[in-house]
């Protein structure tokens, strides 16, 4: 395990940094950060988190089964937002809850016509996460109001 498990360990710039185990200590998990020039760290058993095999994947749906993340977690949600957003793909779903991630610059056709169109009729999870997706889902709703 030590030397070849990628873990995410926190830090205070970036979130979670990628990193390899050294070693196993009664302080802490000693850690390699992959980043060149980085110095190993200790951190509390509790605060590392396993990382994918392939850390620069990107998945549409977190909790999807067959292409999801292998491991759910705080760090590894954090990435897959993080490598989404870096590809103007600004929503990313958790299972049915919709994250978006304010990219303050126009991307083209996000909002179009065309776009609507490609969403209408769509069930969730049959195209890439959007917010027309989550509104086609409650277009079909009724809303109920009360009133005294």
């Known amino acids: 395990m030590e030397g070849t498990q ?11 940094v ?3 185990i050294v070693d ?14 980085s110095k190993p760290i200790t951190a509390d058993y509790d605060r590392i988190y396993p990382a994918e095999e392939d ?20 760090a590894t949600l954090l990435n897959n937002v993080r490598l989404r957003y870096s590809n103007d793909k600004i929503y990313t ?8 991630v304010n990219p303050y610059i126009d991307i083209r056709n996000l909002y179009s016509l065309d776009t609507i169109k490609k969403y ?10 959007h917010v027309f997706a989550i509104g086609e ?12």
Not at 137 to 148: A, E, K, R
């Open 6 to 16: 990628k873990v995410w360990v926190p830090d205070q710039i970036h979130g979670f």
């Open 18 to 20: 990628l990193a390899s």
């Open 24 to 37: 196993l200590t009664s302080e802490g998990v000693q850690v390699q950060p992959v980043a060149r020039g």
């Open 55 to 74: 850390e620069t994947k990107d998945v549409d749906d977190n909790c999807e089964c067959g292409g999801a993340l292998m491991y759910l977690n705080e």
């Open 93 to 100: 779903y958790v299972a049915n809850i919709l994250i978006a």
């Open 120 to 129: 209408q009729g769509k069930s969730l999870g049959q195209m890439p996460p």
């Open 137 to 148: 889902v409650w277009q079909g709703h009724s809303l109920v109001v009360f009133s005294c």
